[in-house]
């Protein structure tokens, strides 16, 4: 899915600074997929590694590893994490973690492929509930299409999240 298409047949539709922003969006949005893909693949080779070698220290800092996932959010949202309603970022954090953890197993020969696929769409998701003026909504839109595109994966906060969440306690949630 593409996030961003620009139509050459309207462009008078655009000034140079509005197109300068979209283009601005589009490389943001390619630098975290390129980024989550990284540390996605890294978690995968570590696993490896401590496979084959029982124990192996890597000597980073705890969580450096999905740090990724972390600077993805800030990215898109385009403020730090402290500035987040609630719990909203470490859900949304978690649902990147949880993504990780599935690519950190994967012994498919497809593995590489997948990565990807899962990394495109967890950034596209993250920019694209950014765009929400009620935090809310955004939020919401994100889990529904997360759990759409991962149907996998064991969340069962997220169904109950969105079973129970209105714009008065979501928050809370």
């Not at 390129?34 to 192996?56: A, G, H, P, T, Y």
């Amino acid at each position: 899915m593409e996030l961003l298409k620009f139509d050459p047949e309207f462009p008078e539709y655009l000034t140079s600074e509005e197109l300068g922003e979209i283009k601005w969006r589009q490389s943001n949005i390619d630098m975290c997929r390129q980024m989550l893909r990284k540390d996605f693949e890294l978690l995968k080779i570590q696993n490896s590694f401590c496979q084959i070698f029982n124990d192996v220290e890597f000597f980073s800092k705890a969580n450096d590893d999905v740090a990724s996932i972390e600077h993805a959010i800030q990215i898109a949202y385009e403020r730090p994490k402290e500035e987040f309603i609630g719990q909203h970022f470490e859900h949304l954090l978690e649902c990147g973690l949880q993504l990780a953890f599935t690519c950190y197993s994967d012994k498919s020969v497809n593995a590489p492929i997948d990565i990807e696929r899962k990394s495109r769409i967890l950034a596209n998701l993250y920019f694209e509930s950014s765009t929400f003026e009620n935090e809310f909504q955004g939020f919401k839109y994100f889990l529904k299409r997360f759990i759409q595109e991962f149907p996998d994966l064991d969340m069962p906060w997220v169904r109950t999240f969105l079973s129970k969440a209105t714009t008065k306690n979501w928050s809370l949630l």
